[in-house]
């Protein structure tokens, strides 16, 4: 079992930055490939970034290459998402998973609460 927990999400103008960390609990984490997906109202869950177990390995969203990455630190059970330069149309409830590599939402087992990510213009 793995336990996810998303923090850092906020208010920011467009052009901004932040940092999302996922906090994971259970003896697992290190064992599992992670990923982040939003939701924006009105749409369907999507796929934003995923980091393989080891974390040498990532793969992004179109619409966020060159301005999200995704990194983890296993030893500290942690995942993270920077974000910049970002756009109004990132504003969505972001989530972060663990399960198998991947970019649909069935590759993952695990799913934290969200975060909420609002981006002004």
């Known amino acids: 079992q793995v336990q996810l927990v998303e923090s850092g999400g906020g208010l920011v103008q467009a052009g901004g930055s932040l940092r999302l960390s996922c906090a994971a609990s259970?003896?697992?984490?290190?064992?599992?490939?992670t990923g982040w997906f939003r939701q924006a109202p009105g749409k369907e869950r999507e796929f934003v970034a995923t980091?393989?177990?080891?974390?040498?390995?990532?793969y992004y969203a179109d619409s966020v290459k060159g301005r999200f990455t995704t990194s983890r630190d296993n030893a500290k059970n942690t995942l993270f998402l920077q974000m910049n330069s970002l756009k109004p149309e990132d504003t969505a409830v972001y989530y972060c998973?663990?399960?198998?590599?991947?970019?649909?939402?069935?590759?993952?087992?695990?799913w934290g609460q969200g975060t909420q990510v609002t981006v002004s213009s």
């Open positions: 998973a663990a399960g198998n590599y991947g970019t649909i939402q069935r590759d993952y087992t695990y």
């Open positions: 259970g003896r697992t984490f290190s064992h599992c490939a």
């Open positions: 980091i393989n177990r080891s974390g040498g390995t990532t």
